[in-house]
């Protein structure tokens, strides 16, 4: 037992200390304070036809838990799922491995540490919906119940499962981060379609969403009634909600399945882990590390006394750029497995034979997102191989590496892009080709930003999946390509914001050259 508590304590101490953690907790702050919009916001995001809750304890205590449920989950798999991995790095797995720890409870150990980490998230968020009460409140008291039952109930069982889910997938899957990835996206899209029609339906909503959003939705047939087109909105929607007609909520007496449901999804998560256990390497190299190729020897041992080094060719010195574009270009073709070129390929004839506005909303953001492995490590390739210090000694770093990097995944995006853009510009319709292309830039200047910023990639994936997610859904705020609306206005909005990722990515990287 001291040995498991060690574990968790360590891997937990050491991932809340580092760069990117402080990074993630800042954006969970700033996307926390969006959960409530203020009473004069133009934006909404739990809304019932025309109608939004009084701001009352119970309306913030359960908007706010139920969106940390399902945004959190959407993002914090991607801030989890390498916590064995970085045990390999650190060599820490062998030490661990040569003690007699069993596999179940290492396992455990990982995903106890994976739903402190995610803990944490909540806490942060569970102080801003009380701050936010404070501010935004119509004369309501204070209830301090009102904000720990929902958090408890919905969202806390919730990120212990996706804790689980994170460790089982790495065992599984751990050499395919991007199958993991494509996997979760699919589990993900699944829970929150699916809406069995039986009494017992809310048990199987691992996420705990839907008796919070229905009984909503039933507090206002009751008390006003809706137009027959009206319909519950979740997420980020944009409109005038000054005029909104309020309901009060006043919280929900869960029934009994849907609390044993709760224990039992953490149950589940258990009984996964220990079902997988088996199948973990351990931390045998052997079986981490793909098989070794062998080497062919260019010149025999013999041969190699008779080299006259005055006879090679002179060193030419060139400042081209061109060579090192060329060679970001190939770095990013060969990276990951190559059937996942088959479905680039089928993404792009999607693209060209689909209808236009079909292959825009939702065939083009899926196709760039498959790219999330390849554009994660854009500019932290360097630091994840120690040879940044090599690297970043070479002549004009950020003139010639930097912008090499950048020109390489600017072409590879638009490239798989093209057929999507030629009809456009087929049709003359020029301002959704910027569009795309604005789209395809910022895509790459936040892997850029978020890379150099943290050093790592996973703030990227999290932050991109989240990205893809509600652009899949249709919410305008978060169109970065076009796909929702063609606004002149927006285009300039996304232009601004690249603007700034750019400036604070050069200066960060000019400023970590300088010390």
Known sequence: ?????????????????????????????????????????????????????????????????????IFLSLIGFYLINTSIKKDIKTKVGQIIA???IYNTTYLLSKVFSNFLILTTIVSITFLMSIILFTLYNDGFRFELFQFIKPYLIITIPSMFFLSAIAVIFEVILGRYSVIQNILFFIMFSFSLAVSPQSEMRYALDVFGSKIVLDTMEQSVREVLPLEEDSEMTIGYVLGNTTKAKKFSFEGIDFPSYFLVSRLTWMFIGILLVGLVSPFFHRFNMRDILPSEKTVKQILPKAELKDINLTQLPKLQKSTNILPL?????????????KWLWGLNAIGMILLAVLNIEFAHKFVLPILW????????????????????????????????????????GLLLVLFLALPLTLRYIFL??????????????FVLFLAAFLGIFTKQKKLFEALFFFITYVNLNQIPFFDYFGGVS??????????????????????????????
Request: aromatic share 16%; net charge positive.
């Open 1 to 69: 037992m001291r040995l498991f508590l060690n574990i968790i304590k360590l891997d937990y101490l050491t991932r809340v200390r580092s760069y990117s953690f402080l990074i993630t907790l800042c954006a969970s702050l700033a996307i926390s304070y969006t959960f409530v919009p203020e009473p004069n916001a133009s934006y909404s995001t739990i809304r019932i036809g025309d109608h939004v809750g009084y701001y009352n304890s119970a309306w913030f205590g359960y908007v706010t838990a139920t969106m940390t449920s």
């Open 98 to 100: 040569s003690t007699r």
């Open 325 to 337: 574009v060329r060679t970001e270009v190939f770095l990013l073709l060969r990276k990951g497995n």
């Open 369 to 408: 997102f498959l790219q999330v492995n390849r554009l994660s490590d854009l500019t932290t390739k360097e630091v994840e191989n120690d040879v940044h210090y090599f690297s970043f000694t070479s002549l004009r770093p950020i003139s010639r590496l930097l912008l090499s990097q950048l020109f390489a």
């Open 428 to 441: 003359m319709k020029f301002n959704v080709v910027m569009f795309i292309i604005v789209g395809g830039v």
């Open 486 to 515: 063609q606004n002149i206005d927006h285009i300039f909005y996304v232009f601004t914001v690249i603007v700034m990722m750019a400036i604070a990515g050069f200066y960060k990287r000019y400023y970590d050259l300088r010390r």
